[in-house]
Protein backbone atom coordinates (compact mmCIF):
# COMPACT_ATOMS: atom_id res chain seq x y z
CA UNK A 1 0.00 0.00 0.00
CA UNK A 2 0.83 3.77 -1.02
CA UNK A 3 0.30 6.60 0.92
CA UNK A 4 -1.62 10.04 -1.10
CA UNK A 5 0.51 12.63 -1.74
CA UNK A 6 -1.46 14.84 0.29
CA UNK A 7 -1.31 12.05 3.40
CA UNK A 8 2.54 12.53 3.25
CA UNK A 9 2.02 16.41 3.55
CA UNK A 10 -0.17 16.03 6.44
CA UNK A 11 2.47 13.83 8.17
CA UNK A 12 5.29 15.98 7.38
CA UNK A 13 3.74 19.01 8.87
CA UNK A 14 3.12 16.82 11.97
CA UNK A 15 6.66 16.32 12.11
CA UNK A 16 7.77 19.22 11.64
CA UNK A 17 5.32 21.00 14.11
CA UNK A 18 6.02 18.92 16.85
CA UNK A 19 9.98 19.16 16.00
CA UNK A 20 9.74 23.09 15.84
CA UNK A 21 7.96 23.31 19.22
CA UNK A 22 10.26 21.00 20.71
CA UNK A 23 13.40 22.59 20.08
CA UNK A 24 11.35 26.27 20.31
CA UNK A 25 10.88 25.57 24.14
CA UNK A 26 13.87 24.09 24.98
CA UNK A 27 15.73 27.78 25.04
CA UNK A 28 15.06 27.67 28.59
CA UNK A 29 16.57 24.51 29.31
CA UNK A 30 19.99 25.79 31.25
CA UNK A 31 19.61 23.32 34.98
CA UNK A 32 18.30 20.35 36.20
CA UNK A 33 15.31 21.85 37.54
CA UNK A 34 14.24 23.42 34.46
CA UNK A 35 15.40 20.36 32.15
CA UNK A 36 13.26 18.05 34.49
CA UNK A 37 10.31 20.12 36.12
CA UNK A 38 10.24 23.01 33.46
CA UNK A 39 11.09 25.68 36.39
CA UNK A 40 7.71 24.74 38.16
CA UNK A 41 5.13 26.74 36.28
CA UNK A 42 2.75 24.66 34.65
CA UNK A 43 -0.86 25.92 34.88
CA UNK A 44 -3.20 22.71 35.86
CA UNK A 45 -4.81 22.41 32.72
CA UNK A 46 -2.05 22.04 30.37
CA UNK A 47 -0.38 18.97 33.12
CA UNK A 48 -3.92 17.54 32.98
CA UNK A 49 -3.90 17.20 29.56
CA UNK A 50 -0.42 16.00 29.14
CA UNK A 51 -1.57 13.32 32.02
CA UNK A 52 -4.27 12.14 28.85
CA UNK A 53 -1.76 11.79 26.34
CA UNK A 54 1.03 10.02 28.12
CA UNK A 55 -1.92 7.45 29.37
CA UNK A 56 -3.30 7.73 25.93
CA UNK A 57 -0.86 5.77 24.00
CA UNK A 58 -0.55 4.27 21.01
CA UNK A 59 -1.60 1.20 22.90
CA UNK A 60 -4.93 3.30 22.95
CA UNK A 61 -5.21 3.67 19.31
CA UNK A 62 -4.55 0.85 17.43
CA UNK A 63 -4.14 -2.05 20.57
CA UNK A 64 -8.25 -0.87 21.60
CA UNK A 65 -9.83 -0.85 18.63
CA UNK A 66 -8.16 -3.95 17.71
CA UNK A 67 -9.10 -5.58 20.63
CA UNK A 68 -12.73 -5.08 20.32
CA UNK A 69 -13.13 -6.10 16.78
CA UNK A 70 -11.80 -9.19 17.51
CA UNK A 71 -13.20 -9.47 21.15
CA UNK A 72 -15.83 -7.24 23.18
CA UNK A 73 -15.86 -4.89 25.77
CA UNK A 74 -14.39 -6.87 28.98
CA UNK A 75 -11.12 -5.42 29.27
CA UNK A 76 -12.81 -1.79 29.67
CA UNK A 77 -13.61 -2.94 32.75
CA UNK A 78 -9.95 -2.20 34.37
CA UNK A 79 -10.37 1.69 33.81
CA UNK A 80 -13.87 1.69 35.95
CA UNK A 81 -11.81 2.03 39.01
CA UNK A 82 -9.70 4.85 37.76
CA UNK A 83 -12.12 7.93 38.64
CA UNK A 84 -11.42 6.78 42.41
CA UNK A 85 -7.49 6.80 42.02
CA UNK A 86 -8.02 10.39 40.37
CA UNK A 87 -9.35 11.26 43.56
CA UNK A 88 -6.80 9.66 46.13
CA UNK A 89 -4.46 11.30 44.23
CA UNK A 90 -5.99 14.96 44.49
CA UNK A 91 -6.60 14.57 48.03
CA UNK A 92 -4.44 11.93 49.67
CA UNK A 93 -1.18 11.59 47.29
CA UNK A 94 -0.56 15.06 46.47
CA UNK A 95 -0.10 16.98 49.92
CA UNK A 96 3.22 14.40 50.30
CA UNK A 97 4.72 15.75 46.98
CA UNK A 98 4.00 19.61 47.34
CA UNK A 99 5.37 19.94 50.70
CA UNK A 100 8.91 20.48 51.51
CA UNK A 101 11.86 19.42 48.67
CA UNK A 102 10.50 16.25 47.35
CA UNK A 103 10.57 15.85 43.59
CA UNK A 104 10.55 12.38 42.97
CA UNK A 105 8.63 9.58 43.61
CA UNK A 106 11.25 7.56 45.26
CA UNK A 107 13.06 10.29 47.30
CA UNK A 108 9.96 9.73 49.15
CA UNK A 109 10.58 6.11 49.98
CA UNK A 110 14.19 7.05 50.95
CA UNK A 111 12.99 9.73 53.67
CA UNK A 112 10.33 7.05 54.74
CA UNK A 113 12.13 4.13 54.80
CA UNK A 114 15.74 4.28 53.61
CA UNK A 115 18.00 4.35 50.62
CA UNK A 116 17.25 0.20 49.85
CA UNK A 117 13.52 0.63 49.28
CA UNK A 118 13.47 3.59 46.84
CA UNK A 119 16.87 1.85 44.89
CA UNK A 120 14.46 -1.18 44.49
CA UNK A 121 11.08 1.06 43.33
CA UNK A 122 13.08 2.86 41.22
CA UNK A 123 14.89 0.16 39.17
CA UNK A 124 11.36 -1.52 38.90
CA UNK A 125 9.63 1.39 37.23
CA UNK A 126 12.98 2.04 35.43
CA UNK A 127 11.97 -1.33 33.21
CA UNK A 128 8.74 -1.18 33.35
CA UNK A 129 8.99 2.21 31.55
CA UNK A 130 11.23 0.12 29.03
CA UNK A 131 9.13 -2.23 28.15
CA UNK A 132 6.17 0.07 27.63
CA UNK A 133 8.10 2.26 25.50
CA UNK A 134 9.15 -0.51 23.71
CA UNK A 135 5.53 -1.29 22.79
CA UNK A 136 4.53 1.75 22.30
CA UNK A 137 7.06 2.05 19.60
CA UNK A 138 6.14 -1.56 18.23
CA UNK A 139 2.75 -0.17 17.87
CA UNK A 140 3.33 2.87 15.84
CA UNK A 141 6.15 1.53 13.68
CA UNK A 142 3.57 -1.41 12.79
CA UNK A 143 1.35 1.65 11.81
CA UNK A 144 3.75 3.43 9.82
CA UNK A 145 5.32 0.02 8.24
CA UNK A 146 1.41 -1.51 7.48
CA UNK A 147 0.83 1.96 5.49
CA UNK A 148 3.94 3.12 3.67
CA UNK A 149 5.66 -0.58 2.84
CA UNK A 150 8.91 0.36 4.30
CA UNK A 151 11.11 -2.23 6.25
CA UNK A 152 9.84 -2.65 9.91
CA UNK A 153 13.40 -1.71 11.21
CA UNK A 154 13.23 1.96 9.46
CA UNK A 155 9.73 2.45 11.05
CA UNK A 156 11.14 1.65 14.36
CA UNK A 157 14.21 3.83 13.65
CA UNK A 158 11.75 7.09 12.78
CA UNK A 159 9.05 6.47 15.09
CA UNK A 160 11.46 6.34 18.16
CA UNK A 161 13.92 8.56 16.73
CA UNK A 162 11.79 11.66 16.21
CA UNK A 163 10.57 11.47 20.11
CA UNK A 164 14.06 10.86 21.02
CA UNK A 165 15.17 14.01 19.25
CA UNK A 166 12.93 16.78 20.07
CA UNK A 167 12.44 14.98 23.86
CA UNK A 168 16.36 15.09 24.47
CA UNK A 169 16.68 18.52 23.55
CA UNK A 170 13.83 20.09 24.81
CA UNK A 171 13.34 18.30 28.16
CA UNK A 172 10.27 18.55 30.39
CA UNK A 173 9.18 21.93 29.11
CA UNK A 174 8.74 20.59 25.41
CA UNK A 175 7.53 17.08 27.10
CA UNK A 176 4.68 19.18 28.32
CA UNK A 177 3.48 21.14 25.31
CA UNK A 178 3.77 18.80 22.92
CA UNK A 179 1.92 16.52 24.45
CA UNK A 180 -0.52 19.42 24.78
CA UNK A 181 -0.77 20.11 21.11
CA UNK A 182 -0.97 16.23 20.19
CA UNK A 183 -3.44 15.14 22.64
CA UNK A 184 -6.08 17.61 20.65
CA UNK A 185 -4.64 15.46 17.54
CA UNK A 186 -5.56 12.34 19.14
CA UNK A 187 -8.86 13.34 20.13
CA UNK A 188 -9.63 14.87 16.61
CA UNK A 189 -8.74 11.61 14.91
CA UNK A 190 -10.44 9.47 17.14
CA UNK A 191 -13.91 11.38 16.67
CA UNK A 192 -13.37 12.27 12.99
CA UNK A 193 -12.59 7.92 12.73
CA UNK A 194 -15.92 7.19 14.61
CA UNK A 195 -17.72 9.76 12.54
CA UNK A 196 -16.82 8.16 9.27
CA UNK A 197 -17.61 4.38 10.09
CA UNK A 198 -20.81 5.32 11.08
CA UNK A 199 -21.37 7.28 8.04
CA UNK A 200 -20.46 4.85 5.78
CA UNK A 201 -22.54 1.94 7.27
CA UNK A 202 -25.63 1.35 6.44
CA UNK A 203 -28.79 2.87 9.07
CA UNK A 204 -25.66 4.44 10.91
CA UNK A 205 -25.33 3.96 14.48
CA UNK A 206 -28.61 2.35 15.27
CA UNK A 207 -27.31 -0.65 12.85
CA UNK A 208 -24.14 -0.66 14.89
CA UNK A 209 -25.87 -1.14 18.51
CA UNK A 210 -28.02 -3.54 16.72
CA UNK A 211 -25.82 -5.84 14.61
CA UNK A 212 -22.92 -5.47 17.13
CA UNK A 213 -25.42 -5.99 20.20
CA UNK A 214 -27.09 -9.23 18.71
CA UNK A 215 -23.47 -10.63 18.19
CA UNK A 216 -22.08 -9.29 21.49
CA UNK A 217 -20.27 -7.62 20.49
CA UNK A 218 -21.10 -4.54 23.04
CA UNK A 219 -20.83 -7.26 26.09
CA UNK A 220 -18.37 -8.11 28.86
CA UNK A 221 -17.58 -11.28 26.99
CA UNK A 222 -13.96 -12.64 26.19
CA UNK A 223 -13.01 -14.30 23.46
CA UNK A 224 -12.11 -18.20 23.80
CA UNK A 225 -9.30 -19.32 21.63
CA UNK A 226 -10.05 -22.74 21.60
CA UNK A 227 -13.53 -22.30 20.04
CA UNK A 228 -13.24 -18.96 18.73
CA UNK A 229 -16.06 -17.71 20.43
CA UNK A 230 -17.32 -15.01 22.70
CA UNK A 231 -18.02 -16.54 26.12
CA UNK A 232 -19.49 -14.32 29.08
CA UNK A 233 -17.07 -13.13 31.51
CA UNK A 234 -18.74 -13.91 35.35
CA UNK A 235 -19.09 -10.39 37.37
CA UNK A 236 -17.90 -11.84 41.00
CA UNK A 237 -14.88 -12.48 43.11
CA UNK A 238 -12.38 -15.16 41.51
CA UNK A 239 -8.30 -15.49 41.69
CA UNK A 240 -8.51 -18.39 39.20
CA UNK A 241 -10.74 -16.52 36.36
CA UNK A 242 -11.03 -13.62 34.53
CA UNK A 243 -13.85 -12.05 36.77
CA UNK A 244 -15.93 -8.16 35.87
CA UNK A 245 -14.92 -7.52 39.44
CA UNK A 246 -11.53 -8.50 39.50
CA UNK A 247 -10.83 -6.40 36.70
CA UNK A 248 -11.89 -3.40 38.06
CA UNK A 249 -9.81 -4.44 41.27
CA UNK A 250 -6.90 -5.00 38.74
CA UNK A 251 -7.57 -1.56 36.68
CA UNK A 252 -8.06 0.53 40.00
CA UNK A 253 -3.99 -1.37 41.87
CA UNK A 254 -2.69 -0.56 38.14
CA UNK A 255 -3.61 2.95 37.62
CA UNK A 256 -2.79 3.25 41.98
CA UNK A 257 0.72 2.35 40.92
CA UNK A 258 0.64 4.78 38.55
CA UNK A 259 0.27 7.54 40.52
CA UNK A 260 2.63 6.17 42.63
CA UNK A 261 5.66 6.29 40.16
CA UNK A 262 7.80 8.99 38.85
CA UNK A 263 5.63 10.03 35.44
CA UNK A 264 3.05 11.23 38.05
CA UNK A 265 5.05 13.16 40.59
CA UNK A 266 7.19 14.90 38.29
CA UNK A 267 3.80 16.29 37.23
CA UNK A 268 2.57 17.24 40.19
CA UNK A 269 5.72 19.03 41.07
CA UNK A 270 5.94 20.76 38.10
CA UNK A 271 2.49 22.48 38.89
CA UNK A 272 2.76 25.82 39.80
CA UNK A 273 0.83 25.52 42.57
CA UNK A 274 -0.88 22.72 44.72
CA UNK A 275 -4.08 24.01 43.76
CA UNK A 276 -2.64 23.94 40.14
CA UNK A 277 -1.47 20.36 40.79
CA UNK A 278 -4.86 19.13 42.00
CA UNK A 279 -6.52 20.53 38.71
CA UNK A 280 -4.41 18.28 36.59
CA UNK A 281 -6.03 15.67 38.18
CA UNK A 282 -9.56 16.74 37.38
CA UNK A 283 -9.13 16.98 34.07
CA UNK A 284 -7.33 13.64 33.64
CA UNK A 285 -10.21 12.41 35.53
CA UNK A 286 -13.45 13.90 32.97
CA UNK A 287 -10.92 13.16 29.91
CA UNK A 288 -9.24 9.70 29.82
CA UNK A 289 -12.76 7.55 30.50
CA UNK A 290 -14.57 8.75 27.68
CA UNK A 291 -11.02 8.44 25.15
CA UNK A 292 -10.60 5.13 26.12
CA UNK A 293 -14.25 4.44 25.00
CA UNK A 294 -14.32 6.21 22.01
CA UNK A 295 -11.60 3.79 21.19
CA UNK A 296 -12.76 0.96 22.00
CA UNK A 297 -15.64 1.94 19.97
CA UNK A 298 -13.79 2.40 17.04
CA UNK A 299 -13.01 -1.25 17.00
CA UNK A 300 -16.40 -2.36 17.70
CA UNK A 301 -17.83 -0.03 14.86
CA UNK A 302 -15.13 -1.60 12.34
CA UNK A 303 -16.48 -4.95 13.05
CA UNK A 304 -19.94 -3.92 11.63
CA UNK A 305 -18.18 -1.95 9.02
CA UNK A 306 -16.59 -5.05 7.66
CA UNK A 307 -20.40 -7.42 7.78
CA UNK A 308 -21.13 -5.33 5.34
CA UNK A 309 -17.74 -4.81 3.65
CA UNK A 310 -16.09 -8.31 3.77
CA UNK A 311 -12.62 -8.41 3.59
CA UNK A 312 -9.72 -10.61 3.50
CA UNK A 313 -7.55 -8.97 5.56
CA UNK A 314 -10.32 -8.77 8.60
CA UNK A 315 -11.46 -12.29 7.73
CA UNK A 316 -7.86 -13.59 8.29
CA UNK A 317 -7.47 -11.51 11.36
CA UNK A 318 -10.60 -12.87 12.78
CA UNK A 319 -9.67 -16.54 11.91
CA UNK A 320 -6.68 -15.73 13.96
CA UNK A 321 -4.76 -15.76 11.11
CA UNK A 322 -2.98 -11.85 10.94
CA UNK A 323 -2.81 -9.82 14.32
CA UNK A 324 -5.37 -7.74 15.23
CA UNK A 325 -3.87 -4.76 15.70
CA UNK A 326 -3.05 -4.24 11.63
CA UNK A 327 -6.82 -4.01 11.41
CA UNK A 328 -7.20 0.07 12.24
CA UNK A 329 -4.18 0.66 10.33
CA UNK A 330 -5.64 -1.17 7.51
CA UNK A 331 -8.64 0.68 7.24
CA UNK A 332 -7.40 4.34 7.24
CA UNK A 333 -5.43 3.55 4.53
CA UNK A 334 -8.15 1.62 2.43
CA UNK A 335 -11.11 3.79 3.43
CA UNK A 336 -10.40 7.08 4.34
CA UNK A 337 -10.22 9.59 1.72
CA UNK A 338 -6.92 11.33 1.17
CA UNK A 339 -5.56 14.06 4.16
CA UNK A 340 -8.23 12.21 6.27
CA UNK A 341 -5.95 9.38 6.38
CA UNK A 342 -2.75 11.68 6.54
CA UNK A 343 -4.16 13.05 9.94
CA UNK A 344 -5.41 9.74 11.58
CA UNK A 345 -1.93 8.81 11.11
CA UNK A 346 -0.66 11.74 12.46
CA UNK A 347 -2.76 11.47 15.55
CA UNK A 348 -1.86 7.77 15.94
CA UNK A 349 2.12 9.11 16.18
CA UNK A 350 0.76 11.56 18.39
CA UNK A 351 -0.73 9.01 20.59
CA UNK A 352 2.46 7.38 20.67
CA UNK A 353 5.25 10.20 20.73
CA UNK A 354 3.09 11.94 23.58
CA UNK A 355 3.86 8.52 26.07
CA UNK A 356 7.28 8.10 24.91
CA UNK A 357 8.86 11.58 25.58
CA UNK A 358 6.67 11.63 29.10
CA UNK A 359 8.44 8.50 29.35
CA UNK A 360 12.19 9.18 28.21
CA UNK A 361 12.51 12.01 30.58
CA UNK A 362 10.86 10.79 34.02
CA UNK A 363 13.57 7.74 33.21
CA UNK A 364 16.17 9.80 32.79
CA UNK A 365 15.21 11.69 36.13
CA UNK A 366 14.94 8.86 37.75
CA UNK A 367 18.63 7.56 36.80
CA UNK A 368 20.23 11.09 37.58
CA UNK A 369 18.27 11.54 41.02
CA UNK A 370 17.76 8.58 42.26
CA UNK A 371 20.56 6.23 40.91
CA UNK A 372 23.60 8.52 39.60
CA UNK A 373 23.00 11.34 41.78
CA UNK A 374 23.25 8.65 45.01
CA UNK A 375 26.44 7.54 43.94
CA UNK A 376 28.03 10.72 42.51
CA UNK A 377 27.51 13.66 45.20
CA UNK A 378 28.35 17.37 45.22
CA UNK A 379 29.32 17.97 41.56
CA UNK A 380 28.25 21.09 39.67
CA UNK A 381 25.30 21.01 38.78
CA UNK A 382 25.74 21.47 35.10
CA UNK A 383 27.09 17.98 35.36
CA UNK A 384 23.45 16.83 36.25
CA UNK A 385 21.85 18.51 33.65
CA UNK A 386 24.53 16.89 31.21
CA UNK A 387 23.68 13.45 32.86
CA UNK A 388 20.24 13.98 32.02
CA UNK A 389 20.41 14.07 28.73
CA UNK A 390 22.82 11.42 28.15
CA UNK A 391 20.69 9.16 30.04
CA UNK A 392 17.55 10.46 28.00
CA UNK A 393 19.45 9.56 25.02
CA UNK A 394 20.51 5.90 26.38
CA UNK A 395 16.64 5.32 27.44
CA UNK A 396 15.72 6.44 23.73
CA UNK A 397 18.13 3.83 22.26
CA UNK A 398 17.30 0.70 24.55
CA UNK A 399 13.54 1.55 23.69
CA UNK A 400 14.03 1.39 20.16
CA UNK A 401 15.87 -2.15 20.37
CA UNK A 402 13.25 -3.37 22.86
CA UNK A 403 10.37 -2.62 20.06
CA UNK A 404 12.65 -4.43 17.51
CA UNK A 405 12.50 -7.46 20.27
CA UNK A 406 8.65 -7.06 20.00
CA UNK A 407 8.62 -7.35 16.29
CA UNK A 408 9.79 -10.17 16.63
CA UNK A 409 8.02 -11.81 19.55
CA UNK A 410 4.65 -14.16 18.61
CA UNK A 411 1.76 -12.75 21.04
CA UNK A 412 -1.89 -12.54 20.77
CA UNK A 413 -3.93 -9.12 21.21
CA UNK A 414 -1.36 -6.66 22.93
CA UNK A 415 -3.64 -5.35 25.03
CA UNK A 416 -3.96 -8.91 26.85
CA UNK A 417 -0.33 -8.91 26.88
CA UNK A 418 0.60 -5.77 27.81
CA UNK A 419 -2.05 -6.16 31.32
CA UNK A 420 -0.14 -9.39 31.86
CA UNK A 421 3.37 -8.16 31.30
CA UNK A 422 2.79 -4.70 33.40
CA UNK A 423 1.35 -7.01 36.38
CA UNK A 424 4.41 -8.80 36.69
CA UNK A 425 6.76 -6.34 36.37
CA UNK A 426 4.56 -4.64 38.99
CA UNK A 427 6.86 -5.64 41.65
CA UNK A 428 4.43 -4.96 45.04
CA UNK A 429 6.01 -1.29 44.81
CA UNK A 430 2.68 0.39 45.02
CA UNK A 431 2.23 -1.36 48.17
CA UNK A 432 5.49 -0.19 49.67
CA UNK A 433 4.05 3.12 48.80
CA UNK A 434 0.86 2.58 50.19
CA UNK A 435 2.28 1.15 53.95
CA UNK A 436 4.38 4.19 54.37
CA UNK A 437 1.66 6.99 53.74
CA UNK A 438 -1.04 5.24 55.26
CA UNK A 439 0.87 4.03 58.12
CA UNK A 440 3.48 4.86 60.74
CA UNK A 441 4.85 1.97 61.44
CA UNK A 442 7.84 -0.05 59.64
CA UNK A 443 11.19 0.47 58.17
CA UNK A 444 13.50 -0.78 56.01
CA UNK A 445 13.99 -4.44 57.43
CA UNK A 446 10.22 -4.73 57.85
CA UNK A 447 9.31 -3.58 54.01
CA UNK A 448 12.55 -6.02 52.82
CA UNK A 449 10.60 -8.70 54.10
CA UNK A 450 7.67 -7.33 52.40
CA UNK A 451 9.21 -6.89 48.73
CA UNK A 452 10.66 -10.51 49.38
CA UNK A 453 7.52 -12.54 49.59
CA UNK A 454 5.78 -10.57 47.15
CA UNK A 455 9.39 -11.65 44.76
CA UNK A 456 8.44 -15.11 45.79
CA UNK A 457 4.93 -15.09 44.72
CA UNK A 458 5.68 -12.97 41.54
CA UNK A 459 8.36 -15.43 40.38
CA UNK A 460 5.69 -18.39 40.91
CA UNK A 461 2.75 -16.39 38.63
CA UNK A 462 5.32 -16.57 36.23
CA UNK A 463 6.30 -19.96 36.56
CA UNK A 464 2.70 -20.50 36.66
CA UNK A 465 2.19 -18.60 33.05
CA UNK A 466 4.87 -20.92 31.14
CA UNK A 467 3.24 -24.04 32.68
CA UNK A 468 5.81 -25.07 35.06
CA UNK A 469 4.19 -25.09 38.17
CA UNK A 470 0.20 -25.15 38.18
CA UNK A 471 -1.86 -22.48 37.45
CA UNK A 472 -3.99 -21.71 40.58
CA UNK A 473 -4.39 -17.73 40.31
CA UNK A 474 -5.15 -16.14 36.98
CA UNK A 475 -1.65 -13.85 36.08
CA UNK A 476 -4.23 -10.48 35.62
CA UNK A 477 -3.98 -10.76 39.12
CA UNK A 478 -0.55 -10.92 40.49
CA UNK A 479 -0.17 -7.16 40.97
CA UNK A 480 -2.89 -7.02 42.90
CA UNK A 481 -1.90 -10.04 45.45
CA UNK A 482 1.40 -8.31 45.35
CA UNK A 483 0.87 -5.38 46.56
CA UNK A 484 -1.34 -6.63 49.34
CA UNK A 485 1.70 -8.72 50.29
CA UNK A 486 4.31 -5.88 50.82
CA UNK A 487 1.67 -4.21 52.97
CA UNK A 488 0.45 -6.93 54.93
CA UNK A 489 3.53 -8.78 55.29
CA UNK A 490 5.41 -5.49 56.04
CA UNK A 491 3.27 -4.40 58.28
CA UNK A 492 3.50 -7.81 60.09
CA UNK A 493 7.15 -7.81 60.19
CA UNK A 494 6.92 -4.26 61.76
CA UNK A 495 5.28 -5.71 64.40
CA UNK A 496 8.41 -8.10 64.95
CA UNK A 497 10.59 -5.72 64.52
CA UNK A 498 9.78 -2.17 65.75
CA UNK A 499 11.51 0.73 64.33
CA UNK A 500 13.04 3.38 66.57
CA UNK A 501 11.22 6.29 66.99
CA UNK A 502 11.35 8.98 64.36
CA UNK A 503 9.75 12.20 63.32
CA UNK A 504 7.38 11.12 60.64
CA UNK A 505 5.90 14.71 59.81
CA UNK A 506 4.42 14.96 56.70
CA UNK A 507 5.20 11.14 55.19
CA UNK A 508 2.35 9.50 56.46
CA UNK A 509 -1.62 10.55 56.13
CA UNK A 510 -1.77 10.88 60.31
CA UNK A 511 1.42 13.24 60.58
CA UNK A 512 0.60 15.85 57.89
CA UNK A 513 1.55 19.87 59.48
CA UNK A 514 -0.37 22.66 58.89
CA UNK A 515 1.70 24.27 56.68
CA UNK A 516 0.14 25.26 53.07
CA UNK A 517 1.06 23.24 50.28
CA UNK A 518 3.19 25.58 47.59
Not at 426 to 444: H, N, P, V, Y
Amino acid sequence: MTLHFADIAVILLYFVFTLGLGFWVSRRNKNVDQYFLGGRSFPGWAIGVSFIGAMVSSVTFIALPADTFKTAWVRYLPNLGFPIVVLISAYFFIPFFRRGTITSAYQYLDVRFGPSISLYCAVVFLVSQLVRTSMVVYLVALLMATLTGIRMEWCLLVSGGITAIYTVKGGFTAVIWTDVAQTVILVIGAVLSVWLIVRAIPGGTAQIWTEAGAAGKLSLADLNTATGKLEPVRLGFSLSEKTGLMLVLLGFMQHLSGKLNQESVQRWCSASSAREARKSMIVLGLGSLPIWACFMFIGTCLWVYYQHYPNEMASAILEGKRKAEEIFPYFIITAMPPGLSGLLIAAALAAAMSTLSSSINCASMVVVQDLYGRVVKGRDPRHYFHIGVMSSLAISIVMIAGAYLFHRADTKTLTDFNLIVTTLLGGGTAGAFLLGMFSRRGDARSVNVGIAAALVFTGYAILAQFGVVPKVIETYYAAIIANFIVFLVGYAAALVLPARKRDLTNLTVWDQSEQPMV
